[in-house]
Structures are given as C-alpha cells and as structure tokens.
C-alpha cells in the first residue's frame, strides 16, 4: 500500500496554490498535487448509484483518482472536490470512498465525514483571506463574500460562523 503524506489545508494551499488569488480551484490543486480527476460515471453498475463523489486512494504505482459528478450545480462540484481532497490529504487511503449527498450535510457527525468537511472549507475559504476581505476591504455581505469565494451562501455562513464573525 502507498501511504499519502497527511497535509492540512494550509499546507495544501502554500505548496500548490498562488497565494491568495481567488476564486480557489480545488481541481487545479488536485491536478498539481498529481491527482486524477474524473468525470464520475453515471451509468457504473454499482450500488451506490446516488454518488457524487469518490476517492480512489493512490496503488500499485497508480495515482490516487478523485470522481465528481459534473452535473451538479458548480458549487456542490468544487465542494465534492474539495471534499475528496479532504479524504487524500487526511490519509483516509485505505479503500475506494464514495460519497452520496448526505456526506455533505453539517449533520453528518461520521468523524471522518466531518474533517472532510472541514477540511473542504478551510481549503475553499482560508481564514486568512476571509479576515482580509471581511476586515481590509470591508467585503461583509454574505452573498459577495459567497460569490467571492464561489461557494454556497449556506457553505459560507458555516465557515463565517466557525470564524466568529457571525451567530449561529
Ligand atoms: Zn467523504
């Protein structure tokens, strides 16, 4: 078995991203990290037909492959990307990994799911850039903050209330 160095977001960004250009492209990252990306296959015989995305870790000499489901509204893909990013980066590299849409619910406390998650947010709107857009260029609004970092107004409110500029 290959085993992926654990990195966190922030080290993912600094070592594949150009710092602080924006919106940030997690399937540029992936690609750069050495990561295929698929188009996931709709019409794969498998059980778990309602999959958006997938993990494939990294064997026999093969790169690790990321599967999303370019149908879906952008924002969702680039979340999923992220996501499966999440699940490289953080050493989840044992077996196959698909994800159906409620592995992407706040909700969702599988451990693993959620430091995805989390992973796919800090990746997607670092705390860094939302403190100088928020506090240096007075960028408030949740949905220029949203359209901004092209993520969901929903995704946006999370990361805004983990940072504590807004209540939950
Ligand atoms: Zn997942």
Redesign the pocket.
Known sequence: MMTVTTMTPEQVLSAYWERGKLPIDPEVIAKKAGLRVKNMDPFRPDEDQNAI?A?CPPENGNPAIIEVDKDEPLNRVRFTLA??L??HFLG?NEKL?R?TKK??NIYNFDP??SA??NFAAKLLMPAQYVKVLIENKKITNLKDLAKIFNVSEVAMKIRLEKLNYIKS
């Open positions: 995305g993990y996501h499966e999440g699940h989840h990994h994800d592995q992407f693993r799911e995805a998650n």
